[in-house]
Structures are given as structure tokens and as C-alpha cells.
């Protein structure tokens, strides 16, 4: 009865706490936990570079996982899989839209009743939220404002995709209505004051916490704060060797991508290129402070600190302008970086993880039984806190799923010549999207075998392979090249991961695979 309300008293101590709160379920006395998520953040072209801060508090003083990859390279999809630990085949999210289960009725009801807030909860935790949730969240034909996703405490949700200004929110089911005033407005800085507030109010009072501070930026339409706005002049978007090429021997929608690109076309990036990286510096001073936070709490030292991007980002690779979508290294692969008592400062892990891992590695830090739930990921726990630092690591995936089903309108406004069946299009016909770039990829990544086998479901039954170790950039597609063995085997691989669920997902590493 003194825990239910000393928690009741929280939830109504600040103006945006709703006495909705209830008590825990069970007293958990398990470490604080902060995991912060960008949106569209890279890691490939550069994306961390602005924040310095970030690195220095978080990587530093923690570890960087070099090789953390999405279950799918697209915000809405990736986010349900990050929530239920999931991959999208078991999940059901397949685009932005409600018709493709984002936020829908079903997702309510069958997945958000399982993700891993509900599971934190039951185990006593204390849990907050602020910021981008699910694409279509808050739309009026499934619940609208009124709807608070089970197992948040407090909720500063906001409604449908991430911008900065004009803006409306969920806070624990009211709605609040934003404008143009950086000094309260200003999403980023919004998600940083509540979150501050909530530890203040919070204070080790009450059972430990689980936040998660979802931050609009980088994505468009990358409204830099007022200070940061002639950050990185001269700064453009970088000219790896997949910039500005030609993916002649890749699927047809990367093929449609005019080479080379107008010089419209490559100002136009750059300068969102330099956009991007100016609104993250409002991230960089989020972490700031909150780590500042924590340790005027003296809750530093038992609080993990996890961060990570919903999804990866091109920026003229391939010659297609920006968006994100595609099965490259660009778009799939994205940051990870964890600090937390009695994890190695500075350290460098190279082993496989997943967004799908996230979940999982939450709730055993909480001391959630993740064999009992239905999540496809693994915690990374085992890699985080190895039992015999002396021995071999633990025996890990070597093989993981990316899937994307592609979306296509009746008709693109913006090239209307293409007639149905495209999507995400610039003024000079050139595509991110289409309903039939929808494919499902193996990679197989151990010690020095790094595969990349994918299908497309169109009418070509295209195929692309790529060794990552000889080929960074992917520029050669090698299914013609290879042993033809080499590809039944991957084939199999991606059947096998394509049908899994729950612990037939965790499998340790397949057969190691011989050399090219």
C-alpha cells in the first residue's frame, strides 16, 4: 500500500504527470535503465560525427557495437520491432500506413499488449516516454490521443511522424498542442526538460525506471535550434564510392535512379545532408544533460544508458537523392552504443546484434525470464557482461532476416508519367519506392565471411549477392559469379529465418560457410 502511494503521489507531482499512474506490479529492484532512439540516424556516412558529446559519455564510457543492424530499414516497421522484439513477419508491420499495421487496431491489440514496456511494468519498473512513437500513433479512427500504449507510467507521445514545430502530443492521453516558440516548442528540447523532470520527481523513490527518449531528428523536415543553424558550412553529403553510381546489376528500382544525378539534385542533398547533421546537435546536448542529470542523482553509476537509430540513410548512393528503404549497408546498418555498471569502458564488440535484441536485453537486465516471452531477438546481456571474461565468447547468431515490403500508390504526384505502383518520388522521376521492391535478405556475418543474399518477390525473381569483406560499398552483385551451391545454401538460410518465431530465431550460428 506505501509503494502504490508513494507512486501516485509521482504521477501527480509534475504538470504533465497524470494521476493516471498506477502502482507496479511487483517491486523490482532491478538497475535504472535510458534508451535513447534517433530517427533516421546513419552510421555508414558518417552520422554519429556530430555528436561528440554522445560518444564521449556513452561510447566511451561503454561499448560501440560495429556491427547493429534493423530487422527492417524503415521507421514504423523497425519500431514495432524494436517494441516486441520481433521480426516483421511475426509482428505484422510492413509499411507506415494503418493498412500496413502501423499503430493499427490489430497492432493494439495483438502486439502492443506484449512489447516489452507491459513486461518492464509487471516487473515493477517505473516507465517513461516522450516523443516520435509509430507513424500513424494517435489517428483518430484507432483511439486518437485518448490511447495510452500499455505499460507506460508517464506518456509524452507524439502524434503520427516526427517534426520539430506544430506539433501535437499525447500526454498520458490528453491532448497538448505545440507551435513555433523554440523556447518551449522545440521537440528535442521538449523530450530533454520532461525527461529531467521525471528523474526529479522520480528521485529513488520509488521503484527503478525505464525511459525511452524517441527524438524527431535527423529526419526531415530538419529544423535545426536557432544556435545550431549555421553549424557545418561547407559540410556535404560524402562522396564514397557508391555516390553518384550507377547500380546497373541491382534490382530495377535502383537501376530507374538517373546517373549521374543533376547538380540540383546533389545541392538538394547536400544541403539536407548538412540539415541532418545540425538537428542532432540537439541530441548531443540531450545526452549531455541527462547524463549531467543522473549523476547529480548519484544514480549514474547504476543506470544504463543504451542509444541507437530507428533505421539507416542514403544520401546519393546509387544515385538516389535521400530516404532509406533499401537492403545496403547504408540503410540497414545503424548505431549502438550501451554504457552501464560493470561494462568495460572504450570497448569494440563486433558481433552481430539487432534491433529485435533490444527488447530482450531490457528485459533480462530487469530480470524478465526473455525464454518465457515471445520475442525473436537475444539478448545481448552475454555480450555486455561476459561470466568468464577468460574464456571464448558466447556462442552467438552468425546468420539474421532483413525484410521490407516495398509501398506503391495509384499515382505519385510528383511523377505522374510513372503511372501506379511507385512511391516516394522527386520532381525528376527518380523513386525511393515502389509495391514490388519488396524483398527479404540473409547476412551472414562471422569472423571473416561476410554474405549478403537477398530475393525480391516481383516478377523478375531478382536476386542479389554481395560479399561485404571484399566489397563494402556493394557494388558488384555476385549471384552469377558464384558457386551455385553457395546460393541453395542461402536460400535455405533465408526460408529457414523467413518461417522462424520466438526461440527458433535465437538459434546460435549456423554451419560456418567455406571460402568464396
Given at each position: 500500500?506505501?509503494?502504490?502511494?508513494?507512486?501516485?503521489?509521482?504521477?501527480?507531482?509534475?504538470?504533465?504527470?497524470?494521476?493516471?499512474?498506477c502502482?507496479?506490479?511487483?517491486?523490482?529492484?532491478?538497475p535504472?535503465?535510458?534508451?535513447?532512439?534517433?530517427?533516421?540516424?546513419d552510421?555508414?556516412?558518417?552520422?554519429?560525427?556530430?555528436?561528440?558529446?554522445?560518444?564521449?559519455?556513452?561510447?566511451?564510457e561503454?561499448?560501440?557495437?560495429?556491427?547493429?543492424?534493423?530487422?527492417?530499414?524503415?521507421?514504423?516497421?523497425s519500431?514495432?520491432?524494436?517494441?516486441?522484439?520481433?521480426?516483421?513477419?511475426?509482428?505484422?508491420?510492413?509499411?507506415?500506413?494503418?493498412?500496413?499495421?502501423?499503430?493499427?487496431?490489430?497492432?493494439?491489440?495483438?502486439?502492443?499488449?506484449?512489447a516489452?514496456?507491459?513486461?518492464?511494468?509487471?516487473?515493477?519498473?517505473?516507465?517513461?516516454?516522450?516523443?516520435?512513437?509509430?507513424?500513424?500513433?494517435?489517428?483518430?479512427?484507432?483511439?486518437?490521443?485518448?490511447?495510452?500504449?500499455?505499460?507506460w507510467?508517464?506518456w509524452?507521445?507524439?502524434?503520427?511522424?516526427?517534426?520539430?514545430?506544430?506539433?501535437?502530443?499525447?500526454?498520458?492521453g490528453?491532448?497538448?498542442?505545440?507551435?513555433?516558440?523554440?523556447?518551449?516548442d522545440?521537440?528535442?528540447?521538449?523530450?530533454?526538460n520532461?525527461?529531467?523532470?521525471?528523474?526529479?520527481?522520480?528521485n529513488?523513490?520509488?521503484a527503478?525506471?525505464?525511459?525511452?527518449?524517441?527524438?524527431p531528428?535527423?529526419?526531415?523536415?530538419?529544423?535545426?535550434?536557432?544556435?545550431?543553424?549555421?553549424?557545418?558550412?561547407?559540410?556535404k553529403?560524402?562522396?564514397?564510392?557508391?555516390f553518384?553510381?550507377?547500380?546497373?546489376?541491382?534490382?530495377?528500382?535502383?537501376?530507374?535512379?538517373?546517373?549521374?544525378?543533376?547538380?540540383?539534385?546533389?545541392?538538394?542533398?547536400?544541403?539536407?545532408?548538412r540539415?541532418r547533421?545540425?538537428?542532432?546537435?540537439?541530441?548531443?546536448?540531450?545526452?549531455?544533460?541527462?547524463?549531467?542529470?543522473?549523476?547529480?542523482?548519484?544514480?549514474?553509476?547504476s543506470?544504463?544508458?543504451?542509444?541507437?537509430?530507428?533505421?539507416?540513410?542514403?544520401s546519393?548512393?546509387?544515385?538516389?537523392?535521400?530516404d532509406?528503404?533499401?537492403?545496403?549497408?547504408?540503410?540497414?546498418?545503424?548505431?549502438?552504443?550501451?554504457?552501464?555498471?560493470?561494462?568495460?569502458?572504450?570497448?569494440?564488440?563486433r558481433?552481430?546484434?539487432?534491433?529485435?535484441?533490444?527488447?530482450?536485453?531490457?528485459?533480462?537486465?530487469?530480470?524478465?525470464?526473455?525464454?518465457?516471452?515471445r520475442?525473436?531477438?537475444?539478448?545481448?546481456?552475454?555480450?555486455?557482461?561476459?561470466?568468464?571474461?577468460?574464456?571464448?565468447?558466447?556462442?552467438?547468431?552468425?546468420?539474421?532476416l532483413?525484410?521490407?515490403?516495398?509501398?506503391?500508390?495509384?499515382?505519385d504526384?510528383?511523377?505522374?508519367?510513372?503511372?501506379?505502383?511507385?512511391?516516394?518520388?522527386?520532381?525528376?522521376?527518380?523513386?525511393?519506392?515502389?509495391?514490388?521492391?519488396?524483398?527479404?535478405?540473409?547476412?551472414?556475418?562471422?569472423?571473416?565471411?561476410?554474405?549478403?543474399?537477398?530475393?525480391?518477390?516481383?516478377?523478375?525473381?531478382?536476386?542479389?549477392?554481395?560479399?561485404?569483406?571484399?566489397?563494402?560499398?556493394?557494388?558488384?552483385?555476385?549471384?552469377?559469379?558464384?558457386?551455385?551451391?553457395?546460393?541453395?545454401?542461402?536460400n535455405?538460410r533465408?526460408?529457414?529465418?523467413q518461417?522462424?518465431?520466438?526461440?527458433?530465431?535465437?538459434k546460435?550460428?549456423s554451419?560456418?560457410?567455406?571460402?568464396?
Amino acid at each position: 500500500m506505501r509503494t502504490s502511494r508513494l507512486l501516485l503521489l509521482l504521477g501527480c507531482c509534475c504538470c504533465f504527470f497524470s494521476c493516471c499512474c498506477c502502482s507496479a506490479e511487483s517491486r523490482s529492484h532491478g538497475p535504472n535503465v535510458v534508451f535513447v532512439l534517433t530517427d533516421d540516424q546513419d552510421v555508414v556516412l558518417g552520422g554519429m560525427t556530430p555528436l561528440k558529446k554522445t560518444i564521449a559519455l556513452i561510447g566511451d564510457e561503454g561499448a560501440t557495437f560495429t556491427n547493429a543492424f534493423v530487422a527492417s530499414p524503415l521507421c514504423c516497421p523497425s519500431r514495432s520491432s524494436i517494441l516486441t522484439g520481433k521480426y516483421p513477419h511475426n509482428h505484422g508491420v510492413v509499411n507506415n500506413s494503418l493498412s500496413g499495421n502501423c499503430s493499427s487496431a490489430a497492432w493494439q491489440k495483438l502486439q502492443e499488449t506484449d512489447a516489452f514496456p507491459v513486461h518492464l511494468r509487471r516487473a515493477g519498473y517505473h516507465t517513461f516516454f516522450a516523443g516520435k512513437y509509430l507513424n500513424q500513433y494517435g489517428d483518430g479512427s484507432v483511439g486518437g490521443v485518448a490511447h495510452v500504449p500499455p505499460g507506460w507510467d508517464v506518456w509524452n507521445g507524439l502524434v503520427q511522424n516526427s517534426k520539430y514545430y506544430n506539433y501535437t502530443l499525447s500526454v498520458n492521453g490528453k491532448l497538448e498542442e505545440h507551435g513555433t516558440d523554440y523556447s518551449k516548442d522545440y521537440l528535442t528540447d521538449l523530450i530533454a526538460n520532461r525527461s529531467l523532470h521525471f528523474l526529479d520527481a522520480w528521485n529513488r523513490r520509488t521503484a527503478p525506471f525505464f525511459m525511452m527518449l524517441s527524438t524527431p531528428a535527423p529526419h526531415s523536415p530538419w529544423d535545426a535550434a536557432p544556435q545550431f543553424q549555421n553549424s557545418f558550412v561547407g559540410t556535404k553529403a560524402p562522396r564514397d564510392a557508391s555516390f553518384n553510381v550507377h547500380g546497373k546489376d541491382k534490382h530495377w528500382l535502383i537501376q530507374q535512379a538517373k546517373t549521374p544525378m543533376s547538380n540540383d539534385s546533389v545541392n538538394f542533398l547536400d544541403n539536407a545532408f548538412r540539415k541532418r547533421w545540425q538537428t542532432l546537435l540537439s541530441v548531443d546536448d540531450l545526452v549531455e544533460r541527462l547524463v549531467k542529470k543522473l549523476s547529480s542523482l548519484n544514480v549514474l553509476n547504476s543506470t544504463y544508458i543504451f542509444f541507437s537509430s530507428d533505421n539507416g540513410y542514403h544520401s546519393g548512393q546509387f544515385s538516389l537523392p535521400n530516404d532509406k528503404r533499401q537492403l545496403y549497408e547504408f540503410d540497414i546498418r545503424v548505431p549502438m552504443l550501451v554504457r552501464g555498471p560493470g561494462i568495460k569502458a572504450k570497448q569494440i564488440l563486433r558481433a552481430p546484434v539487432m534491433n529485435i535484441d533490444l527488447g530482450p536485453t531490457f528485459l533480462e537486465l530487469a530480470g524478465v525470464n526473455v525464454s518465457q516471452t515471445r520475442m525473436d531477438g537475444t539478448s545481448m546481456v552475454p555480450l555486455l557482461h561476459p561470466v568468464d571474461k577468460a574464456a571464448a565468447p558466447p556462442a552467438w547468431r552468425s546468420d539474421f532476416l532483413v525484410e521490407y515490403q516495398g509501398e506503391g500508390h495509384d499515382a505519385d504526384p510528383a511523377c505522374p508519367k510513372l503511372g501506379p505502383g511507385v512511391a516516394e518520388c522527386f520532381p525528376d522521376c527518380v523513386c525511393e519506392d515502389a509495391f514490388n521492391n519488396t524483398y527479404a535478405c540473409v547476412r551472414t556475418l562471422s569472423g571473416t565471411v561476410d554474405l549478403q543474399y537477398c530475393e525480391f518477390a516481383d516478377a523478375q525473381a531478382m536476386v542479389e549477392l554481395y560479399n561485404v569483406t571484399a566489397d563494402a560499398h556493394q557494388l558488384t552483385n555476385i549471384v552469377k559469379a558464384v558457386d551455385p551451391n553457395l546460393l541453395v545454401t542461402m536460400n535455405q538460410r533465408l526460408m529457414a529465418l523467413q518461417s522462424c518465431v520466438g526461440a527458433a530465431c535465437r538459434k546460435p550460428a549456423s554451419k560456418a560457410l567455406g571460402p568464396l
